[in-house]
């Protein structure tokens, strides 16, 4: 369908009270007209749906010294396109710096969970961009401390008024300096000075959890600086970006949104014909497929540089492709080319199945939410399948054109992420040596042997600074085994952890097999008689192995030294924690109340006890010190 | 360019095409404010590739004078 019969389509299906299928046409309506009308016609009809559909809900804030409206329409419909539903409050025109400082402004009564900082910071120190030539040395040094302070001022006042995550542009560099190729052969240069500017900011960032920068100048730079900003627009009505780039800054904006709302893909699972190399290996043969650094392969070759770049960032491979598996597994292992090799992959399947079922199959196997999976295929039947058949994957609409697969890749905002953790690193080889894990178990005849000859070894212990940062990760990622489903910032969570009502508790563990990493999270908050367990939450790879049982023996052992008598928590049910669901119960506990929310549970420790399970080695090490 | 502009303006005014004619201007569409408008003249230089200067869009009242507008601007490109 072309744009404008989407439209009717769209509203034909809003109409008709059939929701979910109105947003796949948003999708599709938003693949072909990415454009300021585009984005203001689904904002204008999503208003009537989002209600009825499940997104998570983002609330943003954008402080700004120069005009943004234009652009909101633009990040709305991108956010509800990915399934967020986003709200945006736009502070005043140039009062940025009034609404950080005071305690009670509008920003913070929005109470967003994000906050952009949108300022044109030539602006903030005019004489750098557009008298530099005027200023003495001195002067110069001046003007980029105090500029430098005034950002430091803000972000320290909005980290003491609020949790919120905050984003910070960087300067834009000037499009020609003031001296001409004079300034590039001078230290104290104009430019250079723009770049001091933006090093302090850098620093100014890492200072604090949760505050991070937009590379503004990398992003002008990228669309070009002449064609980036329109001078009639700055000088009429202070819009910074030209009509043609309004989209490309709202991508950018998406690309942090997000990673934060949690809406990431944490697999990638691709074709091989045609996609991963050019080429049918079934027809073409071993020697006739399309791998190496030469036109026509080197397209491909961008395309698997892209792919190792995302494992290196955490992200799961695996394949998901029509051919003899032989065939395929010779060119994996073998080909000279090829940058990828099998155990790149976490899970593959290579068989004439239906894709749709493979697809499940793979989220099973890596135990994610299908809705963790992306999915790139050079067919757009196989697509236009997925996306009818699996609406929750992230269907990756590739060009016609292999030379542009890599930087359409690239660019999927559902891969980015704002810092790494150990774990993110360790990922892929604990799913390498899962493989391992699984032989274990199928070679053993009851699920007790399978533990104890996991050797498992679980590691309790307070959160501290170091681990802040995978613990708000948690947090925000798992879905599965979460009892109560609260997400937190790194900011909030050292909040927490630095109060004195709650206890954070990170867990880590290992088997015989390699380091699992830091699995688990529970914040409890011990009062005279109750202690309320308000997180409780497992990452998938760490279910069905009873850590859950071990790490909640430690909670309820804790409650008992502080005196206790009760220890209760709440389950509150979502579309995706079911296995977390006879949790409590399970484990003796009653249920106290039952409500639209969830259910409250009890259990009272003069009469149960809750033992660590005996194949499990559980260390403290508090306690040993 | 009518129709072009036509789509466009129902999208950013948030009518359906039928209801925007030649005629339309503030006086007769509602929702056209200032910040709308704005978003009009964006939408428009996206859809075909023109930056008006400023006094080009101050004769502007009606959808119709804007279309006739685009008209010369692109024929000059041309």
């Known amino acids: ?625 | 360019v009518f129709e072009r502009l036509r789509q466009i303006a129902a999208d950013v005014f948030q009518l359906s095409p039928e209801q925007v004619t030649p005629l339309s201007s503030p006086k007769n569409i509602q929702t056209w404010n200032s910040v709308r408008f704005l978003s009009l003249i964006l939408a428009v230089e996206e859809e075909f590739g023109l930056m008006f200067e400023p006094q080009d869009l101050e004769r502007i009242t009606t959808l119709g004078e804007f279309a006739a507008l685009i008209e010369t601007k692109l024929a000059g490109i041309v």
Not at chain 1, 143 to 159: L, M, Q
Not at chain 1, 284 to 306: K, M, N, S
Not at chain 1, 399 to 406: G, M, V
Not at chain 1, 488 to 514: K, N, V
Request: net charge negative; charged share 25%.
């Open chain 1, 1 to 625: 369908m072309n744009p404008g019969d989407l439209r009717k389509d769209i509203d034909h299906l809003i109409a008709s009270g059939k929701p979910r299928a109105a947003t796949r046409s948003f999708i599709e309506l938003w693949n072909q007209d990415r454009t300021v009308a585009g984005a203001e016609f689904i904002t204008s009809r999503y208003e009537l749906l989002r209600e009825q559909l499940s997104l998570v809900p983002f609330r943003l804030a954008i402080l700004r010294n120069c005009t943004l409206e234009p652009v909101i329409p633009l990040i709305r419909a991108g956010a509800f396109v990915n399934g967020i539903d986003l709200t945006v409050h736009l502070g005043g025109y140039n009062t940025y710096v009034d609404e950080m400082r005071e305690q009670n402004s509008a920003i913070y009564r929005f109470v967003p969970h994000a906050a952009i900082l949108a300022v044109e910071v030539s602006e903030v120190a005019p004489e750098l961009w557009w008298g530099y030539s005027d200023l003495t040395p001195a002067q110069r040094r001046d003007v980029i401390a105090r500029t430098v302070k005034i950002f430091a001022d803000c972000v320290s006042a909005f980290r003491k008024n609020c949790s919120a995550s905050l984003i910070i542009h960087t300067a834009r560099q000037p499009l020609t300096a003031s001296q001409g190729i004079l300034d590039a052969q001078r230290a104290d240069g104009q430019v250079a000075a723009v770049e001091e500017i933006n090093r302090e900011l850098r620093q100014l960032a890492a200072m604090y959890k949760g505050v991070y920068l937009l590379d503004y100048d990398a992003l002008v730079s990228r669309y070009g600086r002449l064609q980036w900003r329109d001078e009639y627009k700055w000088s009429t009505v202070r819009l910074p970006v030209a009509a043609a780039h309004l989209k490309h800054l709202a991508d950018e904006y998406l690309r942090y949104l997000i990673p934060l709302a949690g809406k990431m893909a944490k697999v990638l699972v691709l074709d091989l014909d045609n996609t991963l190399w050019g080429g049918v290996v079934g027809e073409d043969g071993f020697d006739g497929i399309l791998i190496g650094t030469q036109y026509p392969a080197a397209p491909y070759h961008e395309l698997q540089r892209v792919l190792l770049d995302f494992y290196r960032r955490g992200i799961l491979l695996a394949i998901c492709s029509k051919n003899n598996s032989e065939e395929a597994i010779e060119v994996l292992e073998k080909h000279p080319g090829l940058l990828l090799r099998p155990q790149h992959f976490a899970a593959m399947r290579i068989n004439w199945n239906e894709k749709v079922q493979s697809l499940r199959e793979i989220a099973a196997e890596l135990n994610v939410g299908i809705d963790a999976l992306a999915f790139l295929d050079d067919s757009s039947v196989e697509r236009e399948q997925v996306r009818e058949m699996l609406p929750e994957v992230t269907v990756i609409e590739l060009p016609p054109n292999p030379a542009d697969f890599a930087q359409t890749v690239r660019e999927c905002p559902v891969f980015e992420r704002l810092y790494l953790s150990a774990e993110d690193l360790q990922r892929a080889n604990y799913y390498s040596s899962q493989r391992h894990r699984v032989e274990l178990e199928q070679s053993l005849s009851s699920m007790e042997e399978f533990y104890y000859a996991l050797e498992q070894e679980i590691r309790v212990s307070r959160v501290e600074s170091a681990t802040i940062a995978r613990v708000a990760q948690l947090t925000q990622k798992t879905n599965q085994f979460n009892l109560t489903t609260q997400r937190y910032t790194e900011q909030e969570i050292a909040e927490m952890a630095a109060g004195p009502d709650l206890e954070l508790y990170s867990l880590g563990a290992r088997d015989r097999f390699g380091d699992l990493g830091l699995i688990g999270v529970a914040v409890t908050r011990p009062a005279q008689e109750i202690c309320e367990i308000e997180v409780f939450l497992l990452s998938c790879r760490a279910i069905g192995r009873t850590i859950e049982t071990a790490f909640l023996s430690y909670l309820v052992r804790r409650a008992r030294e502080l005196g206790i008598s009760r220890v209760q928590g709440w389950f509150r049910p979502t579309t995706k924690n079911e296995p977390a669901q006879g949790f409590y119960s399970k484990h003796g506990f009653h249920c106290l109340t039952q409500t639209e929310s969830g259910s409250l549970w009890a259990l009272d420790l003069d009469r149960a006890e809750i033992a660590c399970p005996k194949w499990i080695h559980m260390i403290i090490p508090e306690e040993r010190s």
